[in-house]
């Protein structure tokens, strides 16, 4: 089965939640169009193709995936607002993924502010791949410790992991700075916070969940290139090596990819295509490659190779 790790959906039940919001984020129909504002960033327009599920699956079929895995848009701030604000937010998203097209799946997503590991179980129960988080939650050694208990029960329960660009409630997000243009949080917020969130996944997160798989989006903001620089400054270079840490290919194409194959290997890449943020790239990296980011890296990514992690002392 050929997929796709990495999209996002609005769905019905998902714009009417925001809808009724009066602080961001929420929606607003504005000249017949439904205009998406979030914390710290400008305005967006959601396009009427975004909006309908059945031409979403078509592009699915058209791009030759059989199966797109699609996440919450963490920098949307969801998951990072105080839980009597996201939880609703948060199922509304839920309900609207698993009343997709069968082409699509999804990952499961939480109210961070007071996510519990039960919480996990459920998601999974219901059929969901497994987590995301935003980069911001596992950014820092405190954030990864307060995740920590959901962290074990996906490791536990052997589903992955999904890291994505966004705040999470301890964590300010990424903002807009006056005058710089709309692209700028994505370009500079978006991959420091990536980068930021494999460096310390891989030097502290691995030691305490080393059976954990776990998928960077936008290809951890390229970390793993640097990693001649956290060599030089005595840091942990393992990660390179880590065959349970996987990198979609979302809004690259394909120098940078070529570059992390060189420095992670191919096994370790996944196609990602960030739909319908951006359309994926040209793939120019030949079939084989093709068929690994597709088919083989990703079956290993969501079934895994090994048996699951053992139960550890959380509630």
């Given amino acids: 089965m050929r997929v796709d790790i990495h999209q996002h959906l609005w769905t019905e039940p998902l ?8 602080e961001p984020p929420f929606v607003r129909r504005i000249e017949g169009e439904w205009v998406l504002r979030i914390p710290g960033e400008p305005e967006w327009a959601l396009q009427p193709a975004t909006l309908d599920l059945e031409a979403r699956a078509a592009e ?8 797109a895995l699609v996440a919450l848009s963490s920098p949307t701030g ?3 607002l105080p839980a009597g604000e996201a939880r609703p937010l948060v199922e509304a998203h839920l309900e609207g993924v698993a009343a ?4 699509f799946a999804a990952w499961g997503a939480l109210a961070l502010d007071d996510a519990r590991p039960a919480e996990v179980d459920d998601l999974l129960d219901r059929g969901f791949v497994g987590l995301s988080l935003p980069a911001g939650a596992i950014a ?11 962290l074990e029960r996906l490791e536990r329960r052997g589903a992955p992991l999904f890291v994505h660009p966004g705040p ?17 949080p994505a370009l500079t917020g978006y991959v ?9 996944f891989t030097a502290l997160g691995r030691r305490e969940h080393p059976h954990l798989r776990v998928a960077f989006a936008m290809l951890a903001g390229g970390a793993p290139l640097h990693l001649e620089r956290l060599a030089a400054r005595g840091g942990p270079t393992g990660g390179a090596t880590d065959p349970d840490i996987y990198y979609d290919t979302s809004s690259y194409g394909d120098r940078t990819v070529d570059a992390m194959i060189r420095c992670v290997g191919i096994d370790q890449i996944v196609y990602g295509s960030d739909r319908p943020v951006v359309g994926p790239a040209p793939w120019a990296l030949g079939q084989a490659a093709r068929h ?7 079956g290993r990514l969501l079934a895994g190779s090994r048996a699951p992690a053992p139960a550890r002392a959380y509630a």
Wanted: hydrophobic letters at 50%.
């Fill in 192 to 200: 420091a916070e990536m980068n930021a969130a494999w460096h310390a």
């Fill in 292 to 298: 690994a980011a597709l088919v083989e890296n990703p």
């Fill in 100 to 103: 997709a097209p069968g082409c």
């Fill in 60 to 67: 699915v079929r058209r791009d030759g995936v059989d199966r």
């Fill in 168 to 184: 999470a409630p301890w964590r300010a997000p990424v903002a807009h700075p006056g005058g710089a243009p709309l692209w700028w």
């Fill in 78 to 80: 969801i998951e990072a």
């Fill in 140 to 150: 820092t050694p405190a954030g990864l410790e307060r995740c920590g208990p959901l």
């Fill in 15 to 22: 714009v009417a939640a925001l809808a009724r919001r009066s």
